[in-house]
């Protein structure tokens, strides 16, 4: 059964239209409050964070006021990244984390990602379970006067946040004598993420740490790696960090300027905790991730095994088959010893530690050759056309031209107004015509 509300990765949406407003907000956590209040007895506490967009200060009120009124107590931790929700939802033993995010989307765009008390993100059942409470008469679940929530503001989220990243590794570990350059997107890893670095002794060299509300995403971050790349080849740093919106994806880009993405990240990884004995069970993947990783952990006697598109769904297939790492060529990276959703900063660090014998990021990264991936955003008032008989017969065109020669992806996007196309194949020929097809199909 289809959702209403929740996508593949929360809620989301653009500002005063749709279901991103004050009104809406107020009823999200009127739902959200009631349901853990339900389930869980005891201390009834929320933690809230968002990311820098104009938008948190109208949608953060909205939402507190709901979680008060459903008799929640609320503590607001302002910017932090989404993992650092995650970690410190558990560490506070709070019913439920908050984020207030819409990611790697532009300003206009917000939205929530929902944390329960063990820090993961919630499940497909317990989100239709919140929905249904969203739709219900609101004075069903308001608390009597007396059992209303308090709210109370928390200033030092970024340190604990940034204490509990540096005790996954030696206390002797030191970044001293190491440049890296970082771009956090102008958001809400503006503050943790130089400070983070720094304190371990690197030199940092920063860009996307000036939000003004609007700048976040804009031609900045993970989704715009050009700018990474020219702030490393400037100071010829050992290290490039291209953080998103909500910090909870990276993109790399080593010392000679090459763009390193969330496929060849998993892939050195994955060697690595072989080697050491701390792989456990295999790698999980995507639907999106690139043939030439499955075919490199194959020879790497690694097991491969690939997830729904969404960081949710990978974290729980590593949980069903007891794997501990996994992630998306788009950064979403799980380091499943250490986090319960992706941490771009928590896998910077992981990297760094690899490099700390004076390993150059050229020579750990680019360990396979990608097949040649074509990806194709197509913007769409309406995402179901994909069920059109029109696109429907495109699509099974293209996959069978394509057959025994590659793989064809088509696909809504959970986080915007978009048909995600994906094809892959060593005949770029091919792989051009199929994607054509499709992509006329829809527009």
Same mark, same amino acid.
């Given at each position: 059964?289809?959702?209403?509300? &929740?996508?593949?990765?929360?809620?989301?949406?653009?500002?005063?239209?749709?279901?991103?407003?004050?009104?809406? &907000?107020?009823?999200?956590?009127?739902?959200?409050?009631? =349901?853990?209040?339900? $389930?869980?007895?005891?201390?009834? #506490?929320?933690? $809230?964070?968002?990311?820098?967009?104009?938008?948190?200060?109208?949608?953060?009120?909205?939402?507190?006021?709901?979680?008060?009124?459903?008799? +929640?107590?609320?503590? #607001?931790?302002?910017?932090?990244?989404?993992?650092?929700?995650?970690?410190?939802?558990?560490?506070?033993?709070?019913?439920?984390? $908050?984020?207030?995010?819409?990611?790697?989307?532009?300003?206009?765009?917000?939205?929530?990602?929902?944390?329960?008390?063990?820090?993961?993100?919630?499940?497909?059942?317990?989100?239709?379970?919140?929905?249904?409470?969203?739709?219900?008469? *609101?004075?069903?679940?308001?608390?009597?006067?007396?059992?209303?929530?308090?709210?109370?503001?928390?200033?030092?989220?970024?340190?604990? =946040? %940034?204490?509990?990243?540096?005790?996954?590794?030696?206390?002797?570990?030191?970044?001293?004598?190491?440049?890296?350059?970082?771009?956090?997107?102008?958001?809400? !890893? =503006?503050?943790?993420?130089?400070?983070?670095?720094?304190?371990?002794?690197?030199?940092? =060299?920063?860009?996307?740490?000036?939000?003004?509300?609007?700048? *976040?995403?804009?031609?900045?971050?993970?989704?715009?790696?050009?700018?990474?790349?020219?702030?490393?080849?400037?100071?010829?740093?050992? @290290?490039?960090?291209?953080?998103?919106?909500?910090?909870?994806?990276? %993109?790399?880009?080593?010392?000679?300027?090459?763009?390193?993405?969330?496929?060849? %990240?998993?892939?050195?990884?994955?060697?690595?905790?072989?080697?050491?004995?701390?792989?456990?069970?295999?790698?999980?993947?995507?639907?999106?991730?690139?043939?030439?990783?499955?075919?490199?952990?194959?020879?790497?006697?690694?097991?491969?095994?690939?997830?729904?598109?969404?960081?949710?769904?990978?974290?729980?297939? +590593?949980?069903?088959?007891?794997?501990?790492?996994?992630?998306?060529?788009?950064?979403? %990276?799980?380091?499943?010893?250490?986090? #319960?959703?992706?941490?771009?900063?928590?896998?910077?660090?992981?990297?760094?530690?690899?490099?700390?014998?004076?390993?150059?990021?050229?020579?750990?990264?680019?360990?396979?050759?990608?097949?040649?991936?074509? @990806?194709?955003?197509?913007?769409?008032?309406?995402?179901?056309?994909?069920?059109?008989?029109?696109?429907?017969?495109?699509?099974?065109?293209?996959?069978?031209?394509?057959?025994?020669?590659?793989? +064809?992806?088509?696909?809504? !996007?959970?986080?915007?107004?978009?048909?995600?196309? +994906?094809?892959?194949?060593?005949?770029?020929?091919?792989?051009?015509?199929?994607?054509?097809?499709?992509?006329? !199909?829809?527009?």
């Amino acid at each position: 059964m289809s959702k209403k509300y &929740f996508g593949t990765d929360g809620i989301r949406g653009e500002v005063n239209k749709g279901n991103i407003n004050g009104e809406m &907000f107020f009823r999200f956590g009127l739902a959200v409050g009631t =349901y853990f209040k339900n $389930i869980r007895k005891t201390k009834q #506490t929320a933690i $809230i964070a968002k990311d820098t967009r104009l938008s948190g200060y109208a949608l953060e009120p909205a939402l507190v006021s709901g979680l008060a009124s459903a008799g +929640m107590h609320v503590y #607001t931790l302002g910017p932090l990244p989404t993992n650092g929700l995650a970690m410190l939802t558990k560490k506070m033993r709070a019913n439920m984390g $908050i984020m207030i995010t819409a990611s790697h989307n532009p300003y206009y765009d917000n939205g929530l990602k929902l944390f329960g008390p063990d820090g993961l993100k919630l499940s497909d059942n317990i989100e239709r379970k919140i929905e249904k409470l969203i739709d219900s008469k *609101i004075i069903k679940n308001l608390s009597i006067p007396s059992a209303l929530g308090r709210v109370k503001r928390l200033e030092n989220a970024n340190e604990k =946040y %940034i204490q509990i990243l540096k005790k996954n590794f030696p206390k002797n570990f030191s970044l001293s004598g190491t440049k890296i350059a970082i771009d956090c997107a102008n958001g809400a !890893s =503006y503050k943790s993420g130089p400070k983070l670095f720094k304190s371990l002794g690197a030199k940092v =060299y920063d860009i996307g740490t000036s939000p003004n509300g609007i700048n *976040i995403n804009d031609n900045c971050g993970s989704t715009f790696p050009d700018r990474i790349k020219f702030l490393v080849k400037k100071h010829r740093v050992n @290290l490039g960090i291209a953080l998103d919106g909500d910090a909870d994806r990276i %993109i790399l880009c080593d010392e000679r300027g090459k763009i390193i993405d969330g496929d060849q %990240i998993i892939a050195m990884l994955a060697n690595r905790w072989k080697r050491k004995k701390i792989l456990k069970g295999g790698v999980i993947g995507t639907l999106m991730s690139n043939y030439g990783l499955q075919n490199y952990l194959k020879n790497q006697r690694i097991k491969f095994l690939r997830a729904k598109v969404g960081d949710r769904y990978v974290k729980e297939k +590593m949980q069903k088959k007891k794997y501990n790492l996994g992630g998306e060529q788009s950064g979403h %990276i799980i380091l499943g010893k250490f986090a #319960t959703t992706g941490d771009g900063l928590l896998v910077a660090l992981e990297v760094l530690f690899s490099m700390r014998k004076g390993k150059k990021a050229s020579e750990l990264f680019n360990n396979f050759n990608p097949t040649p991936q074509i @990806l194709e955003n197509v913007i769409v008032k309406d995402k179901s056309i994909i069920n059109s008989a029109k696109c429907k017969k495109a699509i099974l065109l293209a996959s069978k031209l394509i057959k025994n020669q590659g793989r +064809m992806l088509v696909r809504k !996007s959970g986080t915007e107004p978009k048909i995600r196309i +994906m094809g892959e194949s060593d005949n770029k020929v091919l792989l051009s015509k199929c994607i054509n097809i499709v992509k006329n !199909s829809i527009k």
